[in-house]
């Protein structure tokens, strides 16, 4: 079966500490993968997603990366942590080979990560 | 542990029919209860919410109200729409805790 771990669960950084979330899936092969993030009060944000090593695409401008340097392994990252980074970020999965979104997508998601920056 | 059990899909309903996608959950303490949507070639986004025990939450015409005594939280909507395809996730968080989704129900209206 197919799980998702996503490390650490939570996290409290101070403004401009590096940043860097990790998240891997095991039990599949070639998925896609997200961040997602939730700030307080809103509903989830994707933030990058992945169809494939070195893939990387970003949904909104921001201070934050992301990469994938293994087929299941995909890393969050900052250089420099804003106060506006903090929030709930999620990672999550899906089978590969839709290129992408599809009407018949489903996610399964890690348990995610409370950052604070304070 | 926090837990959501979602209805298992697909889903596939005709235009103007009646909607309800099944939710339980097992949860510590008193949690809030989501229903979030993604629709195709989208991420998800949050439709509806309930705090507390017999509040109804509602949007777009979806309506879901939280049953502390059922430990239920199920989705309905009176009409639906082919706009109203896409995916539909059940979630809780309790005080401290992260979100806890279920799977994820497809519905797919045909016109």
């Known amino acids: 079966s197919q799980t998702i771990h996503q490390w650490p669960a939570t996290l409290v950084q101070p403004v401009g500490s590096p940043l860097s979330l990790e998240c891997t899936v095991e039990?599949?092969?070639?998925?896609?993968l997200y961040w997602y993030r939730q700030a307080a009060g809103r509903g989830l944000q994707l933030l990058f997603y992945?169809?494939?090593?070195?893939?990387i695409s970003s949904e909104v401008p921001q201070n934050l990366s992301a990469s994938r340097p293994q087929d299941r392994q995909f890393i969050l990252s900052s250089k420099k942590l804003l106060l506006s980074d903090s929030g709930f970020y999620l990672c999550?999965?899906?089978?590969?080979?839709?290129?992408?979104?599809?009407?018949?997508?489903?996610?399964?998601f890690g348990s995610g990560t409370q950052l604070s920056v304070l | 542990g926090n837990s959501v059990t979602q209805m298992e899909g697909p889903v596939t309903l005709s235009e103007e029919a009646f909607l309800t996608i099944n939710c339980t959950y097992t949860?510590?303490?008193?949690?809030?209860l989501f229903w979030y949507v993604q629709y195709p070639g989208e991420g998800l986004q949050l439709l509806l919410k309930?705090?507390?025990?017999?509040d109804k939450g509602s949007n777009k015409g979806f309506e879901a109200t939280y049953r502390k005594e059922t430990t239920s939280f199920h989705l309905e909507k009176g009409s639906v729409q082919v706009s109203d395809s896409a995916v539909y996730f059940c979630?809780?968080?309790?005080?401290?805790?992260?979100?806890?989704f279920g799977e994820g129900t497809q519905l797919t209206v045909n016109p």
């Open positions: 999550a999965w899906s089978p590969g080979g839709q290129g992408g979104f599809g009407a018949n997508e489903k996610l399964f």
């Open positions: 039990g599949t092969s070639n998925p896609n």
């Open positions: 992945s169809v494939g090593i070195g893939q």
């Open positions: 949860a510590t303490g008193y949690p809030s």
């Open positions: 309930a705090t507390k025990a017999d």
């Open positions: 979630a809780l968080k309790t005080s401290g805790s992260r979100l806890t």
